[in-house]
């Protein structure tokens, strides 16, 4: 077994710069270079990490193990079913691919070659949000808001597949249990594509949650509030905070505790890919569940289309 995993990336950019930063610093992985398509960015980052920027995937791959693909979701299929073809490890950041046949390809393609396929899903490594899911007893009600400012890099994809889609991960890890969507509704405000969506999801064990998501908000917000049967948890996932709300005894005492956390959740996610191909194990964001999570985006978006043609 290679005390080190030899890896790769591609897509240099906002996103690619900090897996970049991640990588260099975690001991048993060696980052051996990265593909952009974007000369400037290239000598940018050649410049102040000492990185190699390679021509192309293609002179890329025949020299690592693994590949992590930070580059615009469009090109996320065809990356991945190359990197998976060549026999290596892929780290793809949410969303997984734009269509649920690709994902569903992806799928199959790296368990037919044993290898480890990772979703991106960063929150599941934030600290609170991992003891929120080791927590939550159902049946549960859960409310998740997650808001922003207008960003320009961001307005290529909807809000779904932007936002809603970390909270729609975090509350299938919460509940195995089969989700119905049961109202959805929302608009685009600055171009074509959903800018607001709010939707109520239930569950077969009689678990229920309300997803509100936007990026035409006043300020940034990530916030979650799960109520069980003797707790309430309200999760900051921005302040990295939790507080546990508990009703005591007949008297109906009430008491608070608020924890904060430290930790670095994309330094986590990027470690569990690189442990999870030196152990062989499956990682904690698997292929599976990005899938699961896409095509359930899909039908909030279809069911929001339908009622605006109704």
């Known amino acids: 077994m290679k005390d080190r995993v030899?890896?790769?990336?591609?897509?240099?950019?906002?996103?690619?710069?900090?897996?970049?930063?991640?990588?260099?610093?975690?001991?048993n992985a060696r980052l051996i270079g990265f593909y952009d398509t974007d000369t400037q960015r290239v000598k940018y980052i050649n410049e102040t990490y000492g990185?190699?920027?390679?021509?192309?995937?293609?002179?890329?791959?025949?020299?690592?193990?693994?590949?992590?693909?930070?580059?615009?979701?469009?090109?996320?299929?065809?990356?991945?079913k190359e990197a998976l073809r060549s026999d290596k490890h892929v780290l793809v950041e949410k969303h997984m691919c734009e269509e649920i046949k690709q994902a569903e390809e992806l799928i199959q393609l790296s368990k037919e070659r044993n290898l480890i396929l990772q979703v991106g899903h960063v929150e599941r490594f934030n600290p609170p949000i991992s003891r929120l899911i080791r927590e939550a007893k159902r049946p549960f009600y859960l409310e998740a808001r997650r808001e922003t400012i207008p960003i320009k890099r961001s307005?290529?994809?909807?809000?779904?597949?932007?936002?809603?889609?970390?909270?729609?991960?975090?509350?299938?890890?919460?509940?195995?249990?089969?989700p119905h969507l049961v109202d959805a509704t929302g608009y685009a405000r600055i171009g074509d594509l959903l800018d607001f969506v709010s939707c109520w999801i239930s569950f077969e064990d009689g678990s229920r949650a309300f997803l509100l998501s936007s990026r035409i908000s006043a300020y940034p917000m990530r916030q979650l509030r799960y109520v069980g049967l003797d707790t309430c948890l309200n999760v900051d996932c921005k302040e990295r905070s939790l507080e546990e709300i508990r009703i005591d005894g007949e008297?109906?005492?009430?008491?608070t505790q608020r924890t904060s956390y430290q930790g670095d959740p994309l330094w986590e996610e990027d470690r569990d890919f690189v442990q999870s191909i030196m152990d062989g194990k499956a990682p904690v964001v698997s292929g599976e569940e990005g899938l699961k999570v896409i095509r359930f985006a899909h039908e909030i978006k279809e069911r929001i289309g339908r009622a605006c043609k109704s």
């Open 51 to 80: 990185v190699r920027g390679f021509e192309s995937l293609t002179d890329l791959l025949p020299h690592v193990d693994a590949l992590v693909i930070s580059a615009p979701t469009p090109c996320h299929y065809e990356i991945t």
């Open 251 to 255: 008297d109906l005492g009430i008491t």
């Open 155 to 178: 307005m290529g994809t909807d809000v779904v597949l932007d936002l809603m889609i970390h909270d729609l991960d975090i509350l299938f890890a919460m509940n195995p249990s089969k």
């Open 6 to 27: 030899n890896i790769g990336l591609v897509g240099a950019g906002y996103l690619g710069e900090l897996h970049i930063k991640k990588l260099l610093d975690i001991e």
